[in-house]
């Protein structure tokens, strides 16, 4: 997956930015920011997220395990999704679905069909 979570630059910066000694072993651990648990950057796969998604305006990253990642990504998509479609609904941008149907016609119940009144 080359998307912009796991860009070399933000992995980078995140590790940077949030890198600790752990206190027993002395080693170089990231702090999961979802389950709060160490990671060993050189031992076991981690993720720059961003807490907040692009979508909202989001452009801070912090480490997390993928498998806390994935359950939040999937919520996050939903939210992201919902939010285009309200204010795409707001500022009409996607207008109302359904039969667009002219002033000068009317539904006859007989013949089924609308016709010219």
């Not at 720059?48 to 801070?60: C, I, K, M």
Request: hydrophobic share 25%; with cysteine; glycine share 6%.
């Amino acid at each position: 997956m080359s998307n912009q979570r796991n860009s070399v630059k933000d992995r980078r910066e995140c590790f940077e930015k949030n890198r600790q000694t752990h206190p027993v072993t002395g080693r170089t651990v990231l702090e999961c920011h979802i389950c709060h648990n160490w990671i060993e950057p050189a031992a076991e796969p981690w993720i720059a997220e961003h807490p907040t998604p692009h979508a909202n305006g989001g452009t801070e990253t912090l480490p997390a395990h993928p498998e806390c990642h994935d359950p939040k990504t999937r919520k996050d998509i939903r939210n992201i999704a919902k939010g285009k479609r309200i204010s795409d609904r707001h500022f009409n941008i996607r207008r109302p679905r359904g039969f667009y149907r002219p002033g000068n016609l009317k539904y006859n119940w007989l013949t089924r069909r609308y016709e010219r009144e």
